[in-house]
């Protein structure tokens, strides 16, 4: 069965760096299009960046440009983001996420931001 396990999270102070892990299973990596998603208490869960296949195309929320990246390592069956330059607003829970037919996701890693 799919499975994706979120990794990463914690508290970190405005201006510091996190990297998120997603390690996947159950289905071809390689050939599917991830993404990260993130929620906060009472708003809906919100896209944050898509990555191809092979890793190449990559496309961001507007206000996570510059400061968050999101690679792949499809030996590793594992897609991170790294966020940089982190502000109190990024604070939420984070996903990622796979679409074939339905949404598939994990449990999600909390992230806070806080001095």
């Known amino acids: 069965q799919v499975q994706l396990v979120e990794s990463g999270g914690g508290l970190v102070q405005p201006g510091g760096s996190l990297r998120l892990s997603c390690a996947a299973s159950?289905?071809?990596?390689?050939?599917?299009?991830m993404k990260w998603y993130r929620q906060t208490p009472g708003k809906e869960r919100e896209l944050v960046g898509i990555i191809s296949t092979n890793g190449d195309t990559t496309t961001y929320v507007e206000s996570v440009k510059g400061r968050f990246t999101i690679s792949r390592d499809n030996a590793r069956n594992t897609v991170y983001l790294q966020m940089n330059s982190l502000k109190p607003e990024d604070t939420a829970v984070y996903y990622c996420?796979?679409?074939?037919?339905?949404?598939?996701w994990g449990q999600g890693t909390q992230v806070t931001v806080s001095s």
């Open positions: 159950g289905f071809t990596f390689s050939l599917a299009a």
């Open positions: 996420n796979w679409f074939w037919g339905r949404d598939y």
